[in-house]
Nanobody, 117 residues
Framework: QVQLVESGGGLVQPGGSLKLSCAAS????????VGWFRQAPGEPREFVAR???????TYGDSVKGRFAISRDTNKNMIYLQMNSLKPEDTAVYYC???????????WGQGTQVTVSA
């Protein structure tokens, strides 16, 4: 059983920074990619960032140049460094694992990020 637990969310002023963490427990086998998504109230879940097992990284257009995803395999941790935050970055942020065996998708419970003066 693979589980993900996010932390590090909170309230930050526009232009500020925040670092989200995601602790993964359980089997590390068959992981294709790790990533982050977000969902604002009344909006569909949005892709934020992805790091695949080959090391390739992709970002959503709205966060390119401001956010950075990283992974510490030894500690089973996934991170999202968020800089130059904007009010439109306000959302619940979810950690995600893509796997090659069932369950194919694993989600964390989410952590709230609020960007406001």
């Amino acid at each position: 059983q693979v589980q993900l637990v996010e932390s590090g969310g909170g309230l930050v002023q526009p232009g500020g920074s925040l670092k989200l963490s995601c602790a993964a427990s359980g089997s590390r086998d068959s992981i294709v990619a790790v990533g982050w998504f977000r969902q604002a109230p009344g909006e569909p879940r949005e892709f934020v960032a992805r790091l695949n097992r080959g090391g390739a990284i992709t970002y959503g257009d709205s966060v390119k140049g401001r956010f950075a995803i990283s992974r510490d395999t030894n500690k089973n941790m996934i991170y999202l460094q968020m800089n130059s935050l904007k009010p439109e970055d306000t959302a619940v942020y979810y950690c995600h694992l893509a796997r090659s065996v069932a369950p194919l998708d694993v989600w964390g419970q989410g952590t709230q990020v609020t960007v406001s003066a």
